[in-house]
């Protein structure tokens, strides 16, 4: 059974201070993998990694791959309130031609003024 | 604003009834994906369309059932309902069947009483 497994479950920091979000998995046929951002409803998209070593950045958010270890790093530097919310790890799969999202449970995050 | 929308957003219902939910995908995108998210189970990914035909099934019970239409719009049908399935229902979708960067609609929050 695919597993996508977040740590740690609830963070709370201080605005300004850095994060490390992290995510790892244990599924076959993977694909990619994909951060989302969740706060009072929908899920946001933020980034899909592919190949390992290569660091994708918007912003203050940044995140990397690495498929030998099978995990994935989210880091988040000079917090602010309104990065507040779950941070959801998923990683797609191959189903077919289709490609199915197996979801984290995901990271609470509380950035406190 | 994702481009994808939902309705209703909020249904209350009992037990043993039928609700249906409907989802529009973002303009252009031909994959529309159903998830249930409840705080015990995080996000499921539950069925997927392609441009009218099922691509690939997850963790969907069959008392559920969903459909894509010609339009593309889908509805996903939840029947003889019971209290454990009290939660969002989200609606995604991708431009092509392999996606895998999904856009997430607002949700549809159930509560079956």
């Known amino acids: 059974e695919d597993k996508v497994v977040q740590s740690p479950l609830s963070l709370v920091v201080h605005e300004g201070d850095t994060v490390t979000l992290n995510c790892s998995y244990e599924v076959t046929n993977f694909r990619s993998l994909l951060w989302y951002k969740q706060e009072k409803k929908a899920p946001t998209f933020l980034f899909m990694l592919?190949?390992?070593?290569i660091e994708k950045k918007s912003g203050r958010l940044s995140s990397i791959l690495d498929k030998k270890e099978l995990f994935s790093i989210l880091n988040i530097t000079a917090t602010q309130t309104g990065d507040s919310a779950v941070y959801l790890c998923a990683v797609a799969v191959s189903a077919g031609s289709a490609r199915q999202l197996t979801f984290g449970s995901g990271t609470q995050l509380t950035v406190l003024p | 604003d994702s481009g994808v929308t939902q309705t209703p957003k909020h249904l209350i219902t009992a037990t043993g009834q039928r609700v249906t939910l409907r989802c529009s995908p973002r303009s252009g995108d031909l994959s529309v994906y159903w998830y249930q998210q409840s705080l015990d189970q995080g996000l499921q990914f539950l069925i997927q369309?392609?441009?009218?035909?099922?691509?690939a099934k997850g963790n969907i019970l069959e008392r559920f059932s969903a459909q894509q239409f010609p339009d593309l719009h889908s509805e996903l049908n939840l029947s003889s309902l019971e209290l454990g399935d009290s939660a969002l229902y989200f609606c995604?979708?991708?431009?092509?069947?392999?996606?895998?960067?999904?856009?997430f609609g607002p949700g549809t929050r159930l509560t079956v009483t």
């Open positions: 369309y392609y441009n009218g035909e099922e691509r």
């Open positions: 592919t190949s390992s070593g």
């Open positions: 995604a979708s991708s431009v092509g069947q392999g996606g895998p960067e999904q856009y």
